[in-house]
């Protein structure tokens, strides 16, 4: 197979990952849109099985067997409908990618190895030796490496921008900016960018959109729906939901993921998930929006506890009537997440003294458990950036950052008051 020519290996396509961001299914025979619930559970379904198994068999194979060496040729040139080869396309994968489009209104999805995959991927297909691109100040520890320290080495120029003001994109916009990348919320600070505002700059010099959803999930925020062009998801939190898996996901027009998908997964990153994890995570899907309300009731509650604190300087979460961006976060997510980051008047020794006086929540990094998990950003996620680049982008030494778990309320409070007492 040719390694650039990706459209003759359109014989996946129609198997290949969703193609329309609405199933027939995600509508009642009164033509009434299903609810998030439901589309989640039932919606992306092949309905195929002869057992009329409830969920559909794992596809756990690598390559696909072709009846005879005309059709495996009449797929590879794209004459034929039909799976070859899991890189390129794979039943359990498809399932998930139907069932996901339709979650973030997206024309077509297509699910990867990891996070870094999902972004990697992206940029791979589409920048250039030469290019510009523009990234929010803030990001997370290996996304901020990858532009600062992977893209910048092949060429591409990447310009930090506070993206909190819409109007700072303007001015650093040029005729070789490509792309616009970043996370709302951001982590591990939790600023907000105004989703539609930059799309609506981006849209009129034709440069793309990247937005990393995966603090707010589909069931808080559509960001295509606001205007981006693509949406990228650390599956392994959230939508994975149980700690036990590594997945990535990315939302497009059915265009744009057809490089992606054929240029940037097939021969720039290879970056495949596993059927078994595609499984995981459409599993995981089925409670996704009762896992968020939990996630939010309990992040709420923390954030107000630890704002009452009189050991807490400043605590950041969108819920909160005192954060900065307060009045965007009611416009732009349904509700406010499950992720808090604050500050201890004691600053960086004391932040450490608060981990290590938990006894239920976790010390770990990663997100959207059913665990709280709770980290120190610029010792462990935000240990990629330089000291005076986390000073001057807004992450500070004694940041703590907690990911709300889905454990009782109280007994988190519980932890998170007796741990505070210690500081
Ligand atoms: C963490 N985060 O923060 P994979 N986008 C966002 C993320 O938070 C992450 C990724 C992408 C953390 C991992 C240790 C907003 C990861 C990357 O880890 O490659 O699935 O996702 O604790």
Excluded at 89 to 97: I, Q, Y
Excluded at 199 to 218: E, Q, R, S
Aim: hydrophobic share 40%; proline share 4%; glycine share 10%.
């Amino acid at each position: 197979m040719s390694s650039t020519a990706y459209e003759n290996v359109g014989g996946v396509r129609e198997h290949g990952g969703s193609s329309s961001s609405e199933l027939a299914s995600d509508r009642t025979p009164h033509q009434k849109k299903r609810g998030f619930a439901t589309r989640a559970i039932h919606s992306g379904q092949d309905k195929s099985d002869p057992y009329g198994a409830l969920n559909s068999p794992i596809y756990m194979t690598s390559t696909f067997e072709f009846d005879t060496a005309e059709q495996g040729g009449a797929r590879f040139a794209g004459e034929e409908g039909g799976y070859i080869y899991t890189r390129l396309g794979n039943p359990t994968l498809n399932e998930l990618e139907q069932n996901l489009a339709g979650l973030e209104g997206a024309e077509a999805c297509l699910t990867v190895a990891s996070g870094m995959g999902a972004i990697t991927s992206v940029f791979w297909t589409f920048v250039a030796p030469g290019d510009e691109i523009l990234v929010d100040e803030t990001l997370y520890g290996c996304t901020f490496v990858y532009f600062r320290h992977g893209l910048d080495r092949f060429g591409i120029k990447v310009r930090h921008v506070d993206m909190r003001n819409p109007e700072n994109i303007a001015r650093e916009i040029s005729d070789k900016t490509k792309i616009i990348y970043f996370e709302t919320p951001a982590n591990p600070n939790m600023r907000l960018v105004d989703i539609k505002a930059i799309a609506d700059i981006a849209h009129n010099v034709g440069i793309k959109v990247v937005v990393d959803n995966t603090y707010a999930t589909p069931y808080l925020q559509n960001p295509i729906a606001l205007g981006a062009d693509i949406v990228v998801h650390s599956a392994t939190k959230y939508l994975g939901g149980h700690g036990d898996l590594m997945a990535g996901v990315i939302l497009s027009s059915a265009e744009d993921m057809e490089q992606i998908r054929y240029v940037g997964l097939k021969d720039m990153t290879g970056a495949v998930l596993s059927p078994m994890n595609a499984f995981l995570i459409t599993r995981g899907l089925k409670t996704l929006e009762l896992r968020m309300e939990r996630h939010c009731d309990n992040a709420e509650k923390i954030a107000e506890l630890l704002e009452a604190s009189p050991k807490v300087e400043k605590v950041f979460f969108p819920g909160l009537p005192s954060f900065e961006q307060y009045e965007l976060a009611k416009t732009q997510m349904r509700r406010f997440g499950g992720m808090i980051a604050f500050e201890l008047t004691g600053g960086h020794d004391a932040g450490l003294k608060f981990l290590n006086s938990l006894e239920m929540c976790k010390i770990a990094v990663s997100l959207g458990d059913a665990e709280t998990l709770v980290e120190h950003p610029a010792s462990m996620t935000h240990s990629t950036y330089e000291p005076e680049e986390r000073a001057r982008f807004g992450i500070t030494e004694g940041l703590v950052r907690i990911s709300a778990g889905l454990e009782n309320a109280d007994d988190i409070l519980a932890d998170i008051e007796q741990a505070l007492a210690g500081v």
